[in-house]
């Protein structure tokens, strides 16, 4: 419980400074990401060595695609006004987007399950998005107390 309370202080400090370098800001969520995921998949310190480094190729792996894909298009909620052949394109590119990030994930489950057990993999991936989510809401949370 204590570690949770310091991942949120982690999260909450990340949203209140808008001046730091997005580097910096980057690196704060990851260390609260690598302390969150830990903590929710109880791993022991021979799990831990052994998944770190494969988390953070797929990690990596996974970032790499949203950033060409989102390069390409732009990040999503960007209202753009596409034409007909552009939405198309569009539309077969983010289906492709997404057929690739399955085939990432499909990839590193056997490497995962290597060091995980199969319940601790189906934890992985509900603290991936209970994480994404605590972010989005810290996030609100910001945008809403400067109105």
Do not use: C
Request: aromatic residues 10%; without cysteine; charged residues 30%.
């Amino acid at each position: 419980m204590k570690r949770l309370l310091l991942i949120i202080l982690i999260i909450a400090g990340f949203t209140a400074s808008n001046a730091q370098p997005q580097k910096e800001r980057f690196e704060r969520i990851h260390a609260a990401k690598v302390s969150y995921i830990t903590d929710k998949l109880n791993l022991t310190s021979e799990q831990a060595a052994r998944f770190w480094p494969v988390y953070n190729q797929y990690d990596d792996a996974i970032r790499s695609l949203r950033r060409s894909y989102f390069d390409k298009y732009g990040q999503p909620g960007q209202n753009k006004t596409l034409s007909e052949a552009e939405s198309r394109k569009y539309i077969d590119d983010n289906l492709n987007f997404q057929e690739a990030q399955l085939n990432l994930k499909r990839k590193y489950k056997d490497e995962f399950l290597k060091v995980l057990t199969p319940q601790q993999l189906a934890q992985l991936y509900q603290a991936e998005r209970d994480f994404k989510g605590l972010l989005l809401q810290q996030l609100k949370d910001k945008n809403e107390t400067k109105k």
